[in-house]
């Protein structure tokens, strides 16, 4: 054990931690003020049932003993033989470290979904579809990537047996976190239906503060996301922070560029976007790509999602409500193209899981058709997953609020609560 990469690892779970209330202020912020309460609490109430499932099941399921390369055994089951004191996967820090870490993207993963269905799915309905999304969707996606299934590389066992790895990567979740939220968010928003009166009025950010808020500290989290991911206090941790801070900042920049194009102003909500679209870009290839390449996929990726989400919610009349398929989704699938094509195998030598080939830009195939074989496992996987999670929540509730319950306002017809009681005026 190594006492400076357990104590780095302590911090990052913290940071990563911290990300799901951030998240909550940046949903909360973008919603109607009727709606305030209940999109924060969507996110939040995660944070208790992902960390009990994870301790009884969940990282058993994602990080046990491989079965048919696609889920875990029941080793760790009720975080039993799960050492405090020594790593049995090779690292610097102990078991229990590793799990409570990666017990923090079981967190934040789920509370992404929530961005595409604010204001118009019963909290009822929504509890037990994300407990279900996390055995049926997460736990096995996170196996399949970073715990020895057939996503990663390998030699025995492969795919039921097959022998088949993908040899694809995923330094931090692209596929694991993002793509799958996203296309979940997606399937969800489209079950769902758009909201009341989407297309008859303006849906406004009613606190552009939260937004800023929830954004700061989903960067300020986001680099323990990211850094921690190289699981040790180490170069590969030192280059994933920068990458990480040079693609955000990029993005920053070209969605604020974008607004100034498109409206003659540059906004907040563009500026908060752009840095987090920056974010989710990144994390896929933060350690193997290098740092040039992080410019350009933070430069390309405010554009591909402006223009992603204007298509889904103009052209195709799907109502993303945060755009969480627009940010997450597309964002994702960019990052996991991006690192295809950037990817370096001599960057992040301590990481297991690192590339097997360089990227498309070197003359090498092998790593880009892994990212686009994985990209479309994750998708498939995310879409049959959602509609089963879909099917068995609908034999015990409806899915959506009723149209009185959506006019009055999620937060006092779901909790009985408001965000500011002494406001009168119409929302």
């Known amino acids: 054990m190594n006492s400076g990469s357990v104590s780095f690892i302590i911090i990052c779970s913290a940071l990563v931690f911290l990300m799901t209330p951030a998240l ?16 924060m609490f969507a996110t939040m109430f995660i944070a208790g049932t992902a960390i009990v499932m ?8 994602s990080f046990g003993s491989d079965v048919g390369g696609v889920i875990g055994g029941f080793d760790f089951l009720g975080f039993n033989n799960v050492s ?16 409570g870490f990666q017990m923090m993207f079981a967190v ?19 509890v037990p579809f994300i407990c279900l999304w996390s055995i049926v969707v997460y736990y096995p996606l996170a196996h399949m990537v970073w715990g020895g299934g057939f996503l990663g590389a390998g030699t025995d066992g492969g795919l039921f047996g097959t022998g088949l790895y993908l040899d694809s990567v995923d330094f931090a979740g692209g596929n694991v976190v993002h793509i799958s939220s996203g296309i979940t968010g997606l399937v969800l928003a489209i079950i769902l239906g758009k909201r009341r009166d989407y297309e008859r009025s303006a849906y406004k950010p009613h606190n552009i503060p939260f937004v800023l808020l929830g954004a700061a500290l989903l960067w300020f989290g986001w680099f323990g996301f990211n850094a921690g991911s190289a699981l040790a206090a180490n170069g590969t941790a030192v280059h994933a922070f920068m990458t990480s801070a040079v693609s955000s900042a990029a993005a920053l920049i070209s969605w604020m560029f974008i607004d100034v ?24 290839g933060a350690g193997f790509v290098p740092m040039w390449s992080a410019i350009l996929i933070g430069l390309l990726v405010s554009p591909i999602c402006y223009f992603g989400v204007h298509l889904i919610k103009r052209v195709f009349k799907i109502d993303d409500a945060l755009d969480a398929f627009g940010c997450h989704g597309i964002g994702g699938i960019w990052g996991g193209i991006a690192t295809g094509l950037f990817g370096v195998k ?3 030598p301590g990481v297991s899981s690192g590339a097997k080939w360089n990227g498309l830009i070197y003359g090498e195939t092998g790593l880009f058709f892994a ?18 999670c879909v099917g ?6 409806k899915l959506r609020v009723s149209e009185m319950d959506e006019r009055v306002g999620m937060d006092i017809t779901q909790h009985g609560e408001s965000a500011y009681p002494s406001f009168n005026g119409l929302d």
């Open 108 to 126: 934040i993963t789920p509370a992404l979904i929530t961005g595409a269905i604010a204001g118009r799915m019963k909290f009822k309905a929504l």
């Open 54 to 61: 994870w301790i009884l099941f969940g990282y058993s399921l």
């Open 24 to 39: 909550a202020f940046f949903y909360g912020g973008l919603v109607r003020r009727k709606n305030v309460l209940n999109t």
């Open 84 to 99: 405090i004191s020594e790593s049995t996967r090779g690292l610097e820090i102990p078991d229990a470290l590793f799990a």
């Open 371 to 388: 990212q686009i074989e994985s990209i479309l496992v994750t998708v498939l996987v995310a879409v049959v997953g959602t509609l089963i």
């Open 261 to 284: 194009v498109k409206t003659g102003k540059p906004t907040l909500v563009g500026c908060s976007t752009g840095l987090v679209v920056g974010l989710v870009a990144i994390t896929p």
């Open 392 to 397: 068995i929540v609908r034999l015990f509730t």
């Open 346 to 348: 001599e960057l992040a």
